[in-house]
């Protein structure tokens, strides 16, 4: 069975650049969100948000709640300076060196100061990832980072979760789960989805799933429903030793328009 390999992400979020994006436009953000997309990247096994959350206490629950360090900054007005960015440049490199098994930094801002540190952190061999909003991100750190994600982008791919039609509770919320799961991996650029990978990213993205809850012995008896209810389609790897999802949703109704 093919191994899977897993990077592991440490999260640096810069509250204040996030609050100025949201300031003209309509809703709120939410972190849950952010780290649903992020996981599908790998093990987020930092996350600290840099605020003077005195001003943003409304949002502290919320933050405390998906498990986040909230680094206090003192206001602006105190300091004269961005203290955030500092505190955020000077803990993210510390780390880059003390932390070895970290390969990906993500800067959860769109201010053009954090260049320099992703500059930084690509020289020390790192992955960064950048995600910030549409209007307020810098093209300068857009296009420095080896990969930015927009929160716009992330709120239309939850819009457009596909329905799944089954009778029973269990067995459905278990194919709304692999179908969240299958579409991660194929934003991910994955081309083949061995059922490992498959179950590594369910049990990433939802750590409490387990399929016998869900009414299955086992992992492949799962999938092999899916299958019969045409929700996936199921080939074998060449050894016939581990099922592959070879196509799911629309790459099915893709197909079968191409046939007809």
């Avoid at 191994?3 to 949201?22: H, I, P, T, Y």
Wanted: proline fraction near 2%; aromatic fraction near 8%.
């Amino acid at each position: 069975m093919k191994e899977v390999s897993q990077n592991n992400l440490a999260v640096f979020v810069d509250f204040e650049n996030l609050a100025l994006g949201f300031k003209d436009r309509r809703g709120r953000f939410e972190i849950g969100r952010v780290l649903a997309r992020l996981v599908e990247k790998g093990n987020i096994v930092v996350k600290r948000a840099y605020a003077d959350w005195k001003r943003y206490s409304d949002f502290t629950a919320e933050m405390h709640g998906a498990g986040i360090e909230l680094i206090e900054i003192p206001a602006r007005r105190l300091t004269g300076k961005n203290s955030a960015d500092m505190r955020l440049c000077v803990d993210a490199m510390d780390m880059s060196y003390a932390k070895p098994h970290i390969d990906t930094f993500v800067v959860v801002s769109g201010d053009s100061d954090f260049s320099p540190l992703v500059s930084k952190l690509r020289e020390n061999n790192k992955q960064v990832i950048g995600l910030g909003m549409k209007e307020s991100t810098s093209a300068l750190l857009r296009d420095n980072c080896d990969e930015f994600i927009f929160y716009e982008d992330i709120e239309a791919e939850s819009a457009e979760e596909p329905p799944v039609h089954a009778t029973d509770e269990k067995q459905r919320e278990a194919f709304r789960v692999l179908l969240e799961s299958l579409t991660a991996l194929r934003r991910e650029n994955r081309d083949v989805l061995w059922s490992s990978l498959i179950k590594t990213t369910i049990k990433r993205k939802h750590p409490s799933f387990n399929e016998a809850a869900h009414g299955y012995k086992s992992f492949s008896r799962l999938l092999e429903d899916a299958g019969r209810e045409g929700i996936i389609e199921l080939s074998r790897d060449a050894a016939d030793r581990t099922y592959i999802v070879a196509k799911f949703g629309s790459e099915l109704a893709a197909g079968r328009k191409r046939t007809r």
